[in-house]
């Protein structure tokens, strides 16, 4: 299983978006019942929203100060490099690390856990919901999923760990 | 008997003689010296800048200058940048462009910066102005490809269309292909952010290839590279390009085709874009490279040593732009080829990561300003510094003007001796007399200000950032900073009385933005009562500021002079000391 960067948390038939923007019209047209697509605009426009875009460690919006244009356009760039990586072109850097990105639905700050330090999903899993502060008893309404190289997300325990 | 003599000289040779002076600054001066030359100049007055729309209205503007050909207009305040204006707040351009519509038919160029321009706006542009040549719209919103495609079919002499840093919605629309076959005239073009649906190649190949004026050209990122070849070889007389995606498979008659169209292009100084660059690419424009004064290499994510390779190919190299992946050794690179080096700027790959993913510090930018003498212009985000390196730099060059440092991590002290930067910005103060443009970052004391006050006369533009001990930081620069126009702080402990004390200053300035700092509404509506020229307008979107105690602290503030009087647009998070506030709260 080729591991792409960006796992998230998502209680299963959320029906609100209950993050802190501005922009909560933007919302409305989404078909909040195709969770895939759903949760996919949602996480690129929370990195991207104008509102609420915090650093990681503090909660600072607008800082450090890097237009908002630029980071979009960086960030869209590094997406498409590492596809392009994985796809065996040539060209950027090959990313040794193992660290990777996990977003849970509802909560602005993103963070980074290791997975070469975990050998399954129950592990995984555990070690996210820590990192959450999610309760075990709401631990089933959660769900792992994961993006692939096409962008789509989809369930991780859906396919075997490696 | 001369002096005289000047007085009565007829006004057809006043104005002969005015029109050779063109800075604001200077027929400003002119407009002074008598009620006569005021007269000669409003009437040949032909170039406006207003650096904020909400100063004066456009009626004002109309009455004094007449038979104006060329405005400049700036909106929102310049943190709107990072985020910190909420939607909404205005910056509207349309009741300018009403106004103008009728009074000024002769109107050619018009430069927004900041501004939420329409659909609407764009197309009355298109209606009014039968000789319209410039229409610049920098890091503008609020229209569409609809807008664009109105300009494209009216505006017959149009030279320069530059959507630098817009947001454009798509409408679908193929806007280029309004541009009429017999429309030959387009000397400058950005349209580098667009989207992928929101330009036809075909439509742009043609344009450039009926236009032999062409000089300037920024594609957006959807053009294939190995189009970009095509568009080259359509305008080898090119001085500046943008190419598109950077990025291919790697083939060799793709390479070879792209590198003999580079070579074509004997006018070519200036090159930005490269999107998603594949470094195997990049020797495709080596046989430039010699000749290039202006390399924008801020999106490029390639390494170090690809960086090292290009720009020592480039030794006539005035400014350049790049992210951290040079590293201090590409810097230092640099610092040995590149000797005419006037502006650099290094941008963050990565900045919301705590850890560096680059090796860049202190030392890339000691590095630079040793080795590049006519170094004037520096933008530098790093993660580590010290007031060693910052005394360096500023002894070494005095003659810098502007000076943005971001110490990526708020409060981060010098790693050498774990204090704060006071005597590092000090140095540069003190040193760089010249200095125009100042951004401050790392832990720093009421000190800084003070050498700031003390030292920087000349000094513009200050931003400061999680800075300073008290109010008298804030009142060391309101007090000592001259030449002071435009203050935007954002978390620090200043509070109202350095604004109160330092009324009368905030007159003589454009503006001064404070964001999470400690200026209670109270303080907010006395310096409004104190000074009727000033706007002061308070941005807090948790409700009526009156509804809280008065000692409560406001979140923004947003402080400019104005003859115009209260903006009639403000949005329902703008507090201001409007006796109508009653009327504005009830549905």
Known sequence: ???????????????????????????????????????????????FSAASFKNYEKGLVGWPPVKTWRRKKLRCQVHNHMTAAENGCCGGRASNSTYVKVKMEGVVIARKIDISIHQSFETLTTTLMTMFDIFDENRRSFKLTYQDKEGDWLIAEDVPWR | MPKRLVYSLPDEVLEHVFSFIQSDKDRNVVSAVSKSWYEIERWCRRKIFVGNCYAVSPKMVIRRFPHVRSIELKGKPHFADFNLVPDGWGGYVLPWITEMAGAYPWLEEIRLKRMVVTDESLELIAKSFKDFKVLVLASCEGFSTDGLAAIAASCKNLRE??????????????????????YTSMVSLNISCLGSDEVSFSALERLVSRCPNLRSLKLNRAVPLDKTANILRLA????????????????????????GA??????????????DVVPDYLPAIYSVCSRLTSLNLSYATIQSPDLIKLVSHCPSLQRLLVLDYIEDSGLEALASN????????????????????????????????????????????CRRMSNAALVTIAQNRPNLTRFRLCIIEPNTTDYLTGEPFDVGFGAIVEHCKDL?????????????????????????????????????????????????????????PFGDKALLTNAAKLETMRSLWMSSCSVSFGACKLLSQKMPRL???????????????????????????????????MPPFVWTKDEDLALRLSP
């Open chain 2, 262 to 275: 580079f070579s074509n292009c004997k006018e070519l100084r200036s090159l930005c874009g490269f999107w």
């Open chain 2, 535 to 569: 706007n002061v307008e308070v941005i807090d979107e948790r409700g009526p500021p009156d509804s809280r105690p008065e000692n409560c602290t406001v979140d923004k503030l947003y402080i400019y002079r104005s003859v115009a009087g209260l903006r009639f647009d």
């Open chain 2, 161 to 182: 269309l530059d959507l630098r840093e817009s947001e454009v919605d798509d409408s679908s629309v193929h806007w280029l292909s309004h541009f009429p076959e017999t």
């Open chain 2, 436 to 492: 125009i443009r100042l951004s401050l970052s790392g832990l720093l004391t009421d000190c800084v200000f003070e050498y700031i006050g003390k030292y920087a006369k000349k000094l513009e533009m200050l931003s400061v950032a999680f800075a300073g001990d008290s109010d008298l930081g804030l009142h060391h620069v309101l007090s000592g900073c001259e030449s002071l126009r435009k203050l935007e702080i954002r978390d620090c």
């Open chain 1, 1 to 47: 299983m080729c591991m792409e960067l960006q796992l998230g948390l998502a209680p299963p038939g959320s029906d609100t978006w209950s993050r802190p923007l501005l922009k909560l019209g933007l919302y409305e047209d989404i078909n909040v019942n195709s969770k895939k697509r759903g949760f996919d605009h949602g996480y690129l426009e929370d990195e």
């Open chain 2, 338 to 381: 590149c000797k005419d080096l006037q502006e650099l700027r290094v941008f963050p790959s990565d900045p919301f990561d705590a850890e560096p993913n680059a090796s860049l510090t202190e030392q890339g930018l000691v590095a630079v300003s040793l080795g590049c003498p006519k170094l004037q212009s520096v933008l530098y985000f």
């Open chain 2, 236 to 259: 080898p007389q090119l001085v500046e390009f943008g190419t598109c995606t950077y990025s291919a498979e790697l083939r060799s008659d793709v390479f070879s085709n792209l590198a």
